[in-house]
């Protein structure tokens, strides 16, 4: 009788996969695919996603989808949409963009008198004079993220959160509750934590509608590791981080091994990774993540998906080709006994 | 026993070693690139072996393809990946689609690239080809850095070379180019791996050592991308290289001088349409292109 695990390479156990390799973890996964540099590559998700697109965008020999112009200071998305936090949210804006309709009660008194949008209320800092201006601003943005959902080649989204808070009944979720920075009593808002099932329904829906508008698209999913900065749930907030990641960090692992064209990327492993003795995140708050172990989860995304053939991963190792790469100069068979 | 090697340069390396070792194995290979035109058109031979084998040499990458899909599951899969040791030859870069001043590959000066990108001379640039830039450019300093870089790509495979790479400091210059070495290392990479598997435990020392004395060095008929002389003198590097040569398997093997590597260099950039923009992201941004060029000093 044979012993099955003698036959599996060395990642699989942990004395040679993370002890061995603590310094240089990369937790590979079996599937993924190369990115082109002719991809155009969408970015939406939480605030951690914002590392990723701001890495992506820095390069020129990837096409990084820009569906509207950043202002200054503005969270790095391929739109204006500010953090998307929760999957309900990216079903919510992807169907308010798909309908044409905009959200008739998305203007929100900020505490300062002004108006914002409530599904993106840090997005304009000066704010608008007039409820009105709100509306257009955000057809005018609808336009250009239904633009980003038709013509995007690969959409990278992190899954950031499962408490939400959304209108009485739920028909709306927010990226943030309204009574952090509007007194509007006009506004009644609830508290929702999204249970797995939920979550996996909203996520099938979008999926479903995004390939119906987008056959070819690519979904890659991660989770965003940065901790919750409060919970409303009655648990600790360390046990109710850790709920929301394990239920997000299954949702992606049952979406992967559903559909085809939905991978996963393992940022949330390298830095939320407990066992190699330092931290990643930021001393100062324990909850940031530190800029080094971004770059070391960013080299490791441009190891996994950046297309070989195009040159990209010349700057961080200029050799990287070597190991795909047939010696013309030396004679050597192509094959010896086949 | 059945063997099937499935890499890049190195596997002919590993077929020697296991033909010398252990020559009553039915010891096959096939590089990674024909592997994979193999795997997508179903060549029965080759995934039939694969489902047989006991024992499989390849890449990582090679390897991910194969398992569990036609690899024989009971096989024992030893993972090498590319030898790679910039020590010497910090300023090698590979250029994909721009052929090199060697005639074939891509392999390429970093300095004269950029140095082309910010349209210098060739005598201008030939004249960054010093102590002083390498100095700023922090070439001195590499070699520690890629030594590490180098038994860091092992370790995860469970191959820890320390004791190795000092024996092979003895050697002085025992790379062709960053990613061909003297075999005899090659040979040294697999029979720590094997050893750690406990495949050639109990192997008698004076065979192993015969065999490796007598292993056919065939990258030693490749191109040659000299150990530049102020870098040796600093490294105290003994027996470089001190002049590129051409593939002696693919003709006369001629050597030639650092201008006829910046001639050649420039003629295939300039040909390049793309070239510039090739060269920019390779070399890691317009910064350090500047940098490379010698505009502004190195930080």
């Known amino acids: 009788m044979s012993n099955p695990y003698e036959s599996l390479p060395d990642q699989n156990f942990w004395k040679t996969g993370v002890f061995a390799a603590r310094d240089a973890i990369e937790p590979r996964v079996s599937k993924v695919f190369h990115i082109a540099p002719s991809d155009r590559i969408m970015t ?175 979904v890659l999913l991660t989770v965003s590791p940065v901790p919750l900065t409060a919970t409303y749930t009655e648990d600790h907030v360390l046990v109710a981080t850790m709920h929301s990641k394990s239920v997000l960090r299954v949702i992606c692992s049952e979406m992967v091994q559903a559909h085809d064209a939905v991978f996963y990327f393992p940022s949330y492993e390298m830095i939320s990774n407990a066992y190699v003795g330092a931290t990643a995140y930021a001393p100062e708050n324990l909850r940031e993540v530190d800029p080094a172990a971004i770059e070391k989860v960013m080299t490791f995304f441009e190891k996994l998906y950046l297309d070989e053939g195009s040159g990209t991963r010349g700057a961080a190792d200029p050799f990287g080709e070597a190991a795909e790469a047939i010696c013309e100069d030396v004679e050597i068979e192509r094959s010896v006994g086949f | ?132 830039h390498f100095e700023a450019l922090g070439y001195f300093d590499s070699y520690a850095g890629s030594r590490r870089q180098l038994l860091d790509s092992y370790r995860p495979f469970g191959v820890d070379l320390e004791e190795e790479f000092e024996a092979w400091r003895g050697y002085g210059d025992f790379m062709y180019t960053p990613s061909h070495p003297q075999t005899r290392l090659l040979f040294d990479v697999l029979h720590k791996a094997l050893a750690g598997k406990g495949i050639v435990t109990g192997r008698e020392p004076g065979f192993v050592a015969q065999s490796r004395a007598g292993f056919e060095d065939y990258l030693a008929r490749g191109i040659i991308w000299p150990v530049y002389p102020e870098i040796a003198e600093r490294l105290a590097l003994s027996n470089c290289k001190t002049r590129w040569r051409s593939s002696a398997a693919k003709g006369a093997g001629t050597e030639f001088d650092l201008r006829v590597m910046l001639e050649r260099s420039y003629a295939s950039f300039a040909a390049r349409p793309d070239a510039r923009r090739r060269i920019t992201v390779a070399l890691g941004g317009k910064e350090k292109l500047r940098e490379l060029a010698g505009e502004q000093p190195a930080v």
Request: hydrophobic share 45%; net charge negative; with cysteine.
């Open chain 1, 44 to 218: 939406a998700g939480s605030c951690f996603a914002q590392n990723v697109a701001l890495h992506l965008r820095k390069r020129d020999d990837i096409s990084f989808y820009t569906a509207e112009p950043l202002r200054e200071g503005e969270p790095v998305f391929s739109a204006r949409y500010g953090n998307i936090y929760t999957a309900h949210q990216l079903l919510q804006i992807f169907d308010e963009c798909m309908s044409g309709d905009v959200d008739p009660e998305c203007a929100i008194r900020r505490r300062d008198g002004r108006f914002v949008d409530i599904n993106r209320p840090y997005m304009e800092k000066d704010g608008f004079a007039r409820a009105q201006d709100v509306l257009e601003a955000r057809r005018s943005h609808l336009e250009a993220v239904r633009l980003a959902f038709s013509q995007a080649d690969i959409l990278i989204f992190t899954l950031g959160l499962t408490e939400a808070w959304v209108s009485p009944g739920g028909d709306r979720v927010f990226p943030i509750c309204p009574g952090v920075y509007s007194d509007d009593a006009a506004r009644a808002f609830e508290f929702k934590n999204y249970s797995f099932s939920e979550i996996r329904q909203a996520m099938e829906s979008f999926l479903e509608k995004l390939t119906a508008l987008n056959p070819h698209v690519k």
């Open chain 2, 1 to 132: 026993m059945k063997a099937v090697i499935v890499s890049n340069c190195n596997a002919k390396a590993y077929y020697n070693y296991l033909a010398a070792l252990f020559p009553d194995w039915d010891t096959r290979y096939v590089l990674k690139t024909e592997a994979d035109a193999w795997i997508a058109s179903g060549h029965e031979k080759f995934l039939e072996f694969l489902s047989e084998v006991d024992v499989f040499i390849g890449l990582p990458e090679s390897h991910e393809k194969l398992f569990p899909k036609h690899l024989n599951k009971a096989a024992v899969q030893v993972l090498l990946p590319s030898f790679i040791f910039m020590g010497g030859r910090p300023d090698c870069v590979l250029l994909a689609g721009i052929t090199s001043a060697t005639r074939v590959g891509v392999i390429h000066s970093r300095i004269a690239a950029a140095a082309f990108v910010a349209g210098k001379s060739v005598e201008e640039a030939a004249a960054l080809y010093c102590a002083r």
